[in-house]
């Protein structure tokens, strides 16, 4: 069975400092993703790689930064957060030729 | 650019009656669709896909979609709808090919009483 593991399902920060989220699939994608959901807004993409040590902003990537020093990893990186960083985010492994994703179960952030 | 819209940010059912969450899309070549499902506090679980093969699609939990080109829809349906429906539906589309990804709709709550 396939997997995306998020390591930490449920955080709680304070304004200003940095932040970790991370990811690991099992599925030997290449090609894997950050979103972000909000009610009402849907699922944004924050960033998003193709490959080992590749990053590719997406809609909304003011506020983050990603790495991928392993193909079966993929961290977002929150350098300073803030309180509109509040979210839940999520992360996908995807399959290259229809763009289908396998997501994790979600980190959900709170920034006080 | 492609983009998808979801008609209703929540639809209200009794359990039994019949279930109709709408998706149109836009994409300027045919494209590869998906139907989502998120639990409360969970990720997304792929419902179905239309990958360029039969239009008319069946999925997980009774579900199935039919892919129309002149309408540029991709409705999800199910005949009979069940408490344990109820949950947050995603619509989604993608052009395929090279580094494309996935655009979703909105979302669309399905409220499910008895």
């Known amino acids: 069975d396939v997997k995306v593991t998020q390591s930490s399902r449920y955080l709680v920060k304070r304004t200003g400092e940095k932040v970790f989220l991370e990811c690991v699939q099992d599925?030997?994608?290449?090609?894997m993703f950050w979103y972000r959901q909000d009610p009402g807004l849907g699922l944004r993409l924050i960033y998003f790689?193709?490959?080992?040590?590749?990053?590719e902003k997406g809609d909304i990537p003011e506020g983050y930064s990603v790495s991928r020093e392993k193909k079966e990893r993929f961290s977002l990186i929150l350098e300073s957060a803030s309180t509109n960083q509040t979210s839940m985010y999520l992360c996908?492994?995807?399959?290259?030729?229809?763009?289908?994703?396998?997501f994790g179960e979600g980190s959900r952030l709170t920034v006080l | 650019a492609q983009s998808v819209t979801q008609l209703g940010s929540h639809v209200s059912v009794s359990e039994g009656a019949l279930v109709l969450l709408r998706c149109n899309y836009s994409?300027?070549?045919?494209?590869?669709l998906f139907w989502y499902v998120q639990y409360p506090n969970q990720g997304l679980q792929l419902l179905l896909k239309?990958?360029?093969?039969?239009?008319l699609v069946k999925g997980i939990n009774g579900f199935e979609a039919e892919f129309k080109k002149s309408e540029t829809s991709f409705h999800l349906t199910k005949p009979s709808a069940h408490m344990s429906d109820a949950a947050e539906y995603f619509c989604?589309?993608?052009?395929?090919?090279?580094?494309?990804?996935?655009?979703f709709g909105k979302g669309t709550m399905l409220l499910v009483s008895p």
């Open positions: 996908a492994g995807g399959e290259g030729r229809t763009g289908e994703l396998f």
């Open positions: 599925m030997d994608h290449e090609n």
């Open positions: 790689s193709y490959d080992v040590k590749m990053k």
């Open positions: 994409s300027s070549v045919p494209p590869y």
């Open positions: 239309y990958t360029s093969a039969a239009t």
């Open positions: 989604a589309v993608n052009k395929g090919g090279g580094y494309s990804t996935l655009t």
